[in-house]
């Protein structure tokens, strides 16, 4: 009965291994079909199998058993080098002596049967082999009892206890008991292998539950973070939406209120014109149509900058900032520097926050070069961890703070700041200098 049960055992794990080529069912198919082999031949000449010349079948094949359950609990119990030197270093020397064990048995059962010596020698040989293997399963044993808290290695615990215990029992019979016909040593043997083929096959399929349940655990986490990803890209698909919603509805805006109007004053002034009949009137009206037409080519020049892709940037937007001052400057005879440091160049902003700024610093030269009446200027940019830094400085004659937002240019500066959440810091020492720096937060 239990030589048929394992049988079962041995083709069943075969047949997964097959499935799951992994080494740990791999080296216990092995050691089922070694203990089915041994005790299917046992169970055929049930008291002693015939030995072949200086080959002790019976106990060759029950040798050959316990070198495979040594390979085998060597994979079990997972053992690492460091922390479990003398199981590590048992599991690799024991297949060693095992396999010299073998002939070393045949040739000395040869000598007692034939020549009649050296019987106290085979008789020592054969203790002190089970004495290493039963040496080897109380290290197993202290082993796995430090991981006994795993319900996996809790099986192979019980699993040695079963060995150790059956296989010492089995080796008293053989010793004391051996012409008694029930139990015999195989018997007690036969019974330790059921048990311990048992515990065995639990601890795996224990193993393989946890690893299935681990695996779908880990397709879960990563199903999730799959949807947390689509999640993410949709978000930042309606963003974009959302911010391409913003800048038409902000370019429209600019059109109808400032574009708009200043079309409407050309409209005006040009019918005006027509029925004026003083020559210095039309020339004054010609004037202020010159400068809204300049006006109005600016602000469509600065649209259709904003609406190129390839000028999405800071460091385009820098670029058109240094060009448009440069021409400013120069026209102006204003000294200038540009100070803009490379990190600024990395910093992430919003296209409608960075068309504000540019806008901000726009405003901001136009004020310098009209209002200040300064011979130096500086234009500068630095980022300062989280937060861009933006400076407009000058030695003009400055003006009073208090009264520094009555103009419509420092109004429109003062707004557009407010709506991107920047901070607005506005300095000025009257006949002396001033500065306007603004500092925003990097998205």
């Known amino acids: 009965m239990v030589t048929g049960a394992l049988l079962l055992a041995s083709i069943y794990h075969t ?14 198919s092995r050691y089922l079909w070694s203990v089915f ?15 072949v010349s200086f080959f002790v079948t019976d106990e060759a094949l029950q040798m050959i058993s316990f070198l ?24 690799r020397i024991a297949p060693v002596v095992i396999l010299i064990y073998i002939p070393l048995n045949g040739l000395l059962h040869h000598l007692v049967t034939i020549y009649h010596v050296g019987r106290s020698l085979f008789i020592a040989t054969y203790i002190g082999i089970r004495i290493l293997l039963l040496a080897g399963g109380f290290i197993s ?53 059921n048990v311990d083929v048992y515990f065995f096959s639990a601890s795996i399929s224990y193993k393989m539950s946890m690893e299935t349940i681990e695996k779908e655990r880990a397709n879960q986490r990563v199903l999730e973070q799959e949807l947390e990803l689509q999640k993410n890209k949709l978000e930042k698909i309606e963003l974009s939406f959302k911010i391409r919603e913003q800048e038409r509805s902000r370019i429209a805006s600019e059109l109808h209120d400032e574009i708009g109007s200043t079309l409407s004053s050309v409209s005006i002034l040009s019918e005006v014109i027509t029925m004026e009949q003083n020559e210095e009137n039309k020339t004054q009206m010609q004037d202020e149509i010159k400068g809204d037409v ?36 120069e026209a102006k005879n204003i000294n200038y520097i540009f100070d803009f440091s ?23 030269v136009n004020n310098v070069v009209k209002h200040s009446g300064c011979t130096e200027a ?38 557009r700041a407010k709506n991107i959440a920047a901070q607005l810091v506005l300095k000025s020492v009257p006949g002396i200098e001033t500065s306007l720096k603004l500092i925003i937060k990097i998205v």
Not at 37 to 51: A, G, H, N
Not at 68 to 85: I, Q
Not at 296 to 310: A, F, H, Y
Request: charge should be positive; charged fraction near 25%.
């Open 342 to 364: 490379t990190e600024v160049f990395s910093g992430n902003l919003l296209t409608e926050k960075r068309q504000d700024v540019y806008l901000i610093l726009k405003e901001s």
């Open 294 to 329: 300049r006006v109005i080519m600016e602000k469509m020049d600065d649209i259709i900058w904003s609406l190129n892709p390839r000028n999405d940037s800071m460091e385009e937007m820098l670029l058109r900032i240094r060009q448009f001052a440069t021409t400013l400057f």
């Open 378 to 415: 500086r234009v500068s940019a630095k980022r300062n961890g989280d937060f861009l830094e933006f400076s407009v400085e000058d030695n003009g004659k400055g003006f009073e703070t208090t009264a520094a937002f009555s103009g419509n240019g420092l109004y429109n500066i003062r707004q």
């Open 68 to 91: 495979f359950y040594v390979l085998f609990s060597r994979v079990a119990m997972e053992l690492d080098v460091k922390k479990d030197r003398l199981a590590y270093l048992y599991c």
């Open 37 to 51: 082999v041994y005790c299917l031949i046992k169970c055929i000449y049930f008291k002693r199998i015939p030995s």
């Open 15 to 28: 047949v997964l291994y097959t499935h799951n080529p992994r080494q740990l069912i791999a080296s216990y």
């Open 141 to 193: 044993l202290l082993t796995v009892v430090k991981r006994r808290k795993d319900t996996y290695f809790k099986y192979i615990l019980y699993a040695i206890s079963a060995m150790i215990f059956f296989g010492l029992c089995s080796t008293m019979v053989q010793l004391f008991w051996w012409n008694r016909m029930f139990p015999n040593a195989l018997t007690v043997l036969a019974v330790g292998y």
